[in-house]
């Protein structure tokens, strides 16, 4: 029987120069679970560590003390190349700036976690292909970066995250560098994604992006200081 805890953080501590008078505690005595099919936010302010706590759970960082389980396995015992292999299997990201690489074609920017996970030839175009379909950017796939909106730009960041049909989505800021209509189109995608089983993780400062959530999770001063349903939330 398959486990709905998909992500199950305990006491989590990240400490930056530890010991020292610049000593920075980004998160402190941080737990939380979170279940597969769930969309929650983590909202903070910025400073507040909610970035901290998207890189550890998204394995792009590791926690200076407590565990942290994904899927099962704890990430602490694993090495860089487990690491990597099971953030590319179980986590795709969107960030706030796009993070697209300006000489690729939209298409080529989609393959790129395909060709990491070893998808080639026409398999991987096809999966590509079928991942700007699904944000409505498939007659765009041969233009670059620079020939596209931001709107279109963070639509091709999406469909590279949901390209290998990872169980997870983290967006961090995702409609942040967006106007608002384009931001609402954004947000129905990952909508879309969650409606058809996908986890969304959506780090956000905004109040308003957050409630469109099912949970929040608000963080202050590297600690949560609300858990909750969005209907119970102070928003």
Sequence with gaps: MISMKL???KHVWKIYNEGY?????????????????EFVAIIGQSGSGKSTLM???GCLD???YGDYHLDGH?????????L????NREVGFIFQGFNLIPALTALENVELPLTYQGVF???RREMALEALEKVGLAERCNHKPSEMSGGQQQRVAIARAISTRAPIIMADEPTGALDSKTGKHVLEILHGLHDEGTTIILITHDNKIAATAERIVRISDGQIIQDCPREEAEL
């Design 121 to 123: 030839g026409s398999r």
């Design 74 to 82: 704890l990430v602490s015992e694993m090495s860089d190349a487990q």
């Design 62 to 64: 590791v926690p200076t």
């Design 84 to 87: 990597s292999k099971i953030r």
């Design 55 to 57: 890189n550890i759970l």
């Design 21 to 37: 008078e610049n000593e920075v505690r980004a998160l402190a005595d941080v737990s939380l679970e979170i279940d597969r099919k």
């Design 7 to 9: 992500i199950d953080v």
